[in-house]
């Protein structure tokens, strides 16, 4: 957890502080030399997801610290699902391909923690009051 942490505070500060280099490993062109045409709010968005990647980067950080194992079994599915809408985005055309770098990483970290969880819940001994 706290790797995904880390790596996600780092994208979101590789977005916000070069959005280019954040577009470009996405498959996504560059922003043009000339600027983007009007109406076009790809570094709005970009801005936005940046801080919310930096932000969930700090709070699976803190739970990592914290050994918050409920955040962590909450993440699994949410990943999980996060994995197949990005997949579909890619197969759909709504995404270019470089974008499944991000769902195939979501749906593998999912699978990460879950298997982490359920190796740390096999290995733990059962409690007196049945708690793990």
Same mark, same amino acid.
């Given at each position: 957890m706290a790797v995904f942490g880390l790596l996600a505070a780092a994208m979101g500060v590789v +977005? /916000?502080?070069?959005?280019? $280099?954040l577009l470009s490993a996405m498959g996504f062109d560059p922003i043009p030399d000339g600027g983007r045409a009007e109406g076009d709010h790809t570094l709005v968005f /970009? $801005?936005?997801s940046s801080m919310a990647a930096l932000n969930m980067g700090v709070y699976y950080i803190l739970a990592a610290f914290a050994d918050w194992k409920a955040f962590?079994?909450?993440t699994v599915p949410f990943r999980l699902l996060t994995c197949a809408v990005? $997949?579909?985005a890619v197969v759909s055309g709504r995404a270019p #391909? +470089?974008?499944l770098g991000v769902g195939l990483w979501e749906g593998l970290g999912? /699978? #990460?923690t879950a298997a982490a969880l359920w190796y740390e819940n096999r290995a733990s001994p059962v409690a007196s009051d +049945? #708690?793990?």
């Open positions: +977005g /916000l502080v070069s959005p280019d $280099t /970009l $801005t936005a962590f079994r909450w990005f $997949t579909l #391909a +470089g974008f999912a /699978l #990460a +049945g #708690a793990r």
